[in-house]
Structures are given as C-alpha cells and as structure tokens.
C-alpha cells in the first residue's frame, strides 16, 4: 500500500490549467489578426458553426430517469429533473443554459457551472460560469481546485462544487481551446472578410494615386477632397473629373485576381472542418445536392452531436 501510495503521490501536478494556455501565449495567427474566443464569433462561419451545434444540442429533450427492476423510468419527481429539464436557475431555462454550456464549449474547449446546494445537500441550482474566468488547479492533498475570478478577488471552489464538461485536451482535466488550435484559419477567415469590407468601402476599387503634372501646395486636401467625393460603396461607380492636368492611376491587383471569393468560400469550409460541420447546414450550397445533404445530416448528427451529448451526459451523471 506504502509503494501504490508513493507512487501516486509522485505523479506529475499541475500548477495551473487554464483554457489560455493552451492560446499559444495569446500569439498573433499568420494573418496578422488577433484571434481570441470572444472575437472569434465575429467571423461567420465561426458564429454559425457555433449556432447551429450549440442550438441543436439545447434542444434535444433531457429527461432523468431512475433504474427499476424492468429497466428504467422517467423520474419526474427527483429535484433534479425540473433543474435539468426546465430551468436549472431563476434566470434562465434549460434551453439557454444547455445553449450557453455549448457555446462555452465549442470556443473555449470546456464549460463550467456552479453546482448550489440546500442546507440537506441537495442540489437546488446551477449557474454557468464563464471560462475564461476559471483556474483549474490540484492542491497538496490531491484534490482538484476550481478558482473562479470574481472582480478583484478569487473564489475558490471544490470538485464538488462545480459541474465541469472538458471538451478534448491534453490531460483529461481541462480542454483546449479550438478557436486556439485553428487560429490561424480563423485568423484567416476574419481578414478576408476585413478585406471585402475595407474593398467596399474604399468605393469597391483597389487604391490609386492621382499624379499632377506640377506640384501640390497642399496635397492633403487633394487626399480629403477626393475621399469625400468618391470613398465608400455609396461612392462607386461616380464620375470623376480631374483638373489641372490631373490623372488617377489604379494600383493594387484586382480581387479576381486576388481570388478573394475562393479563398473567403475555402476559409468557410476549413471551419466547418474544425467543428464538423455539413457546409449547407452554414447556407453553403454550393455542391450540395438532395442526395448528399440527406447523408451529410445523418453524419452530422452521427459524429458530431451524438459525441457531445455522450460527453454532457457522462459529465452530468458524474457531477450531479
């Protein structure tokens, strides 16, 4: 028994497991963009792969049930069931709580809830708890340790205390971040779009110079004058009449040229990728066909909700 102990006692503990250090130290993706969990959404295909996993998973029926000699039977009657089944809390119910467990999920790679029990121990709420709040730590005497940022201060809570659903990580104690892993697709994905909205913008052309055959007192206000009257896709298409000997030449290359559709529909389908996700199920049809989306939701709800609902179901009945 000394040696099985000595033995336990001897593996490795983590000072700390957070989502965010599996960020790659918060690093930049190749883009040059700033990728994080919470400007993540802003890209579409993120926020819809998010959307539609995250609202499905919430609106699938979760019942208790209790094993009796035949099998099993719903169990209304168990505290439990009205939390899980109609609202785990006063302020939300079961729908947006499940919604909200997944969202956490699929950015951060784990979702926390606060377990709430009465003086009996009796569970009477559960309240999620935003992850990127959230340390994860194993004490001296190997108990793990949830500590929740609250403000300034820190709240500590014990295993029991907390309903934690890990999605795939290194340790099996806490997920990392996918938004993390493909940060650079998503990186991606986020400049193209900037890009689009920046072509429009600037009057749907790429940039250009005007060249004057003398010279410009203020060329400033050449800039500005010129800006006013043709930047902005409410812009485009205007005449422009040039003075003074004045002509505009066009610089940059074409977003054809660019392939700026091509590479914003690849970025769209390296998403869905990373979460599993049909491309029609995001509205893109592009080779979609009656027969192939008919397979592609039947794969959808195969391999990619039915591992999240094992994965909730597993970490509820463990918890609660």
């Not at 009205?82 to 939300?92: A, G, R, T, V």
Request: glycine share 6%.
């Amino acid at each position: 028994m000394g040696l099985l102990k000595n033995l336990f006692k001897s593996r490795d503990k983590p000072e700390l497991t957070k989502p965010s250090v599996f960020r790659f130290f918060f690093a930049p993706s190749s883009s040059g963009k700033q990728v994080t969990e919470k400007n993540a959404m802003q890209s579409a295909a993120v926020y819809a792969c998010v959307r539609v996993i995250s609202e499905t998973v919430a609106s699938l029926p979760l019942h208790l049930y209790r094993h009796v000699e035949e099998g099993k039977r719903r169990d209304t009657l168990h505290p439990l069931y009205f939390l899980l089944h109609d609202s785990p809390n006063p302020e939300m119910t079961s729908f947006i709580f499940r919604e909200t467990l997944m969202t956490h999920l699929l950015l951060w790679g784990n979702a926390y809830a606060q377990i709430v029990r009465n003086g009996h121990g009796e569970i009477i709420g559960l309240y999620p708890l935003v992850p990127d709040k959230m340390q994860v730590s194993r004490a001296e005497t190997d108990e793990l340790i949830y500590l929740y940022q609250s403000g300034m201060s820190s709240i500590a809570f014990r295993r029991e205390e907390i309903l934690h659903i890990p999605g795939l990580g290194f340790d099996g104690l806490v997920g990392y971040s996918p938004i993390a892993m493909a940060r650079n697709a998503i990186g991606m994905s986020m400049a193209t779009e900037e890009f689009g909205a920046s072509f429009f913008q600037n009057g749907a052309a790429p940039g250009g110079i005007l060249e004057h055959p003398g010279t410009l007192k203020d060329p400033s206000k050449v800039r500005e004058s010129w800006n006013e009257l043709f930047k902005g896709s409410g812009n485009a298409n205007k005449v422009a009449v040039l003075e003074e000997g004045m002509t505009y030449k066009q610089i940059g290359i074409p977003p054809n040229e660019a392939q700026f559709l091509e590479t914003r529909k690849y970025q769209t389908e390296e998403i869905c990728r990373i979460y599993r996700v049909p491309p029609h199920l995001v509205a893109d049809l592009d080779k979609a066909t009656f027969s192939n989306i008919e397979h592609q939701s039947i794969s959808f709800v195969v391999h990619t909700i039915r591992p999240w609902l094992v994965r909730l179901e597993q970490a509820m009945n463990k918890a609660l």
